[in-house]
């Protein structure tokens, strides 16, 4: 977009709902404000012109000058037309979820490494069997405040909360976690309220489940936006419900969602760890296809550390135990594993590998094709970072004009999902270094772009 081309010459109110923009704005960044608004277009004399400020100015701030008198923000504000709220120059809602939102995103960053043994240690503590018995603060919200929950609650209330998490749960597989992730965030703040209601032991137990559920869902969503430090906090107070609740199979989704969120980080060993202690917690549940999915999961993490022979013991296992699955009965949150996501995990895992043979490359081309061709219009979230695989598999194969094509397809989505950007390095890397082939060089700087503009 180039806003100074647009007829009306204002920014476009979108630009100001990206994560970082938010971020810039929430902290009165005007640096990086700017520097944001260079890369969709805008130029340092249409910027002045909208501020009223001079040239100069733009330009000095562009260099590090710092901005901090009231009545320049709130011009600035108004005349590039972002809402006041954003900049904390009138605190109301909207202020509170931006400071909210740049906390929460910024807040893995530095000690993310301490953050995640902290995780570890937490998991395999409530994977062994001990610290779930720590009630007192599972009802307290991770997030904000809300109404009051009823004082007494039966199966029919629990049931309702399951019917909302199913919900928001086919909406994540649509249209990525950026479509609901609020909204599953608010369905647990007022959910985990009803811990507090008085109920038959029978309905307790099932509200924990379904609360480990809500907040697996949340963990998830929250990943698939960026919002790493609250996902983790999420994953772990699922995994404590679920164990309390006593439900192995859900406990080791759990922890499976949780390896997806490091291996998405670039930390293979701990989403290894993370994938293990899911199989030793699903061992005794007779679930077949959670079994699967960690193994499979298992061998992509290998892969990822260069480690063939663990590579092929994973796949294997993970076709034996899918083939033995009773797939009919699963439960709901490892039910979408079926035979798509079997060829699309082995897919990945082989192209995954950074010396990939010419054989593993055609193997990875040959299941990735199954999965895309076993997808239904409800998961396009998964089309989209399997058609990037394909994309990725088929040029390091030199099989450049279906590579192209392919990867055409996978910038095309309107999933809200960072992650879906995230998963795109690969291809944008590759089509960097074609170097002459014009249209490769525009598909990666048209990732580019998306990446930028995120």
């Known amino acids: 977009m180039n806003v100074d081309q647009h007829s009306t010459g204002q920014v476009a109110p ?3 709902e990206h994560r970082e923009m938010r971020m810039a704005l929430a902290f009165r960044d ?3 404000v700017y520097e944001r608004l260079q890369r969709v277009g805008v130029s340092q004399r249409h910027i002045a012109r909208l501020t009223g400020q001079s040239p100069s100015e733009v330009y000095e701030i562009l260099k590090g000058r710092r901005v901090m008198a009231h009545d320049v923000l709130v011009r600035v504000a108004d005349g590039l037309g972002i809402p006041r709220g954003y900049m904390g120059l009138a605190y ?3 202020t509170e979820i931006a400071l909210d939102l740049a906390t929460a995103t910024c807040s893995g960053n530095a000690d993310e490494r301490d953050e995640v043994r902290r995780l570890l240690r937490h998991a395999a503590n409530v994977a062994m069997g001990t610290s779930v018995e720590d009630v007192a603060h599972w009802w307290q919200p991770i997030d904000r405040q809300v109404a009051p929950a009823p004082t007494g609650i039966g199966m029919r209330d629990v049931e309702h909360v399951e019917t909302l998490t199913a919900a928001m749960r086919a909406l994540d597989y649509r249209y990525g976690g950026g479509a609901c ?3 599953v965030a608010a369905h647990v703040r007022w959910t985990q309220q009803l811990l507090t209601a008085s109920c038959a032991d029978r309905t307790r137990t099932r509200l924990h489940r379904a609360l480990a559920d809500l907040h697996n869902l949340a963990g998830w969503t929250s990943f698939d936006v960026g919002m790493y430090s609250i996902a ?5 107070r699922a995994l404590e419900q679920a164990k309390h609740a006593g439900d192995l199979s859900l406990a080791a989704n759990v922890l499976y969602r949780t390896g997806r969120l490091h291996l998405h980080r670039g930390m293979p060993r701990e989403a290894l760890r993370f994938f293990q202690l899911g199989q030793i917690t699903v061992q005794d549940s007779g679930c077949g296809l959670t079994v699967a999915m960690l193994c499979a999961n298992e061998g992509w993490a290998y892969a990822l550390l260069g480690d063939r022979p663990q590579v092929r ?3 294997g296992r993970a076709r034996d135990e899918f083939t033995r699955a009773d797939r009919t009965s699963a439960p709901a949150w490892v039910r979408f594993f079926g035979d798509a996501d079997l060829h699309a995990s082995i897919g990945v895992t082989y192209s995954s590998q950074t010396n990939a043979t010419a054989s593993e490359l055609t193997q990875a081309i040959d299941h990735i094709n199954q999965a895309i061709g076993l997808r239904g219009p409800d998961m396009t979230r998964s089309l989209v970072f399997e058609r990037t695989a394909l994309a990725v598999a088929h040029l390091r194969a ?3 004009d279906v590579g192209l094509a392919v990867g055409r397809e996978a910038t095309a989505s309107g999933v ?6 995230d998963r795109l390095e690969p291809l944008q890397s590759i089509a960097a270094t074609r170097h002459g082939d014009t249209a490769l060089e525009d598909l990666g700087h048209q990732i580019a772009s998306l990446r930028a503009a995120s």
């Open 30 to 32: 005007l640096k990086a």
């Open 181 to 183: 992730r609020d909204a």
């Open 416 to 421: 809200r999902s960072l992650r879906t950007l």
């Open 398 to 400: 030199g099989n450049r």
């Open 313 to 315: 013991r994973s796949l």
């Open 14 to 16: 979108t630009v100001w």
């Open 232 to 236: 983790r906090k999420h994953f772990a």
């Open 92 to 94: 109301d809602e909207s």
